[in-house]
T-cell receptor, first 112, second 111 residues
């Protein structure tokens, strides 16, 4: 079954609005990664979170890892048309050889 | 230089044919993957190899057979292609805790 749940599946916003996507795991994760896939492209790594309660920022993007290391979020402030794409979270459990469990992704559309 | 490369980029073929997709990474990574991405963008892991050894084999029809001749290459052979095999297939590689690097994808269309 689905190991990492991600919502929403689709999000349409007007340029300038904020956007958030959420990931939730049924089990504790050793780390969580976020990827962005532009239309027609391939997933590209954005960031990795490892510590409980960790918050990292990349310009208008804010990434959070929950205290229990079971959930994570990506928040984009004041979206731009360049933010269009699918955002995936991917959680890892256990060892370094452990696979990444990808969420289903959130497809973001930004209207100009 | 491209870190993870795949060939071909596009593949259009008839039902019942056999086809192969090739993947190469020049990052020196030990672990390589094949993912299938459907029309709804869902990324489904298919196989993973670590130093040429199969470590993940998800529930994939046995028409799909991966082969890793060395740790820089992971190829995917598909026998008796079906309509439902149409998807984008991504190869990826990583080293221990590091990020996963994805190839550009192979867009397979089975007619």
């Amino acid at each position: 079954g689905q190991q990492v749940m991600q919502i929403p599946q689709y999000q349409h916003v007007q340029e300038g609005e904020d956007f958030t996507t959420y990931c939730n795991s049924s089990t504790t994760l050793s780390n969580i990664q976020w990827y962005k896939q532009r239309p027609g492209g391939h997933p590209v790594f954005l960031i990795q979170l490892v510590k409980s309660g960790e918050v990292k920022k990349q310009k208008r993007l804010t990434f959070q890892f929950g205290e229990a290391k079971k959930n994570s979020s990506l928040h984009i402030t004041a979206t731009q048309t360049t933010d269009v794409g699918t955002y995936f979270c991917a959680g890892r459990r256990g060892s370094t050889l452990g696979r990444l469990y990808f969420g289903r992704g959130t497809q973001l559309t930004v209207w100009p | 230089d491209t870190a993870v490369s795949q060939t071909p980029k596009y593949l259009v073929t008839q039902m019942g044919n056999d086809k192969s997709i090739k993947c190469e990474q020049n990052l020196g990574h030990d672990t390589m993957y094949w993912y299938k991405q459907d029309s709804k963008k869902f990324l489904k892991i298919m196989f993973s190899y670590n130093n040429k050894e199969l470590i993940i084999n998800e529930t994939v029809p046995n028409r799909f057979s991966p082969k890793s001749p060395d740790k820089a290459h992971l190829n995917l052979h598909i026998n008796s292609l079906e309509l439902g095999d149409s998807a984008v297939y991504f190869c990826a590689s990583r080293q221990s805790e590091e990020t996963q690097y994805f190839g550009p994808g192979t867009r397979l269309l089975v007619l």
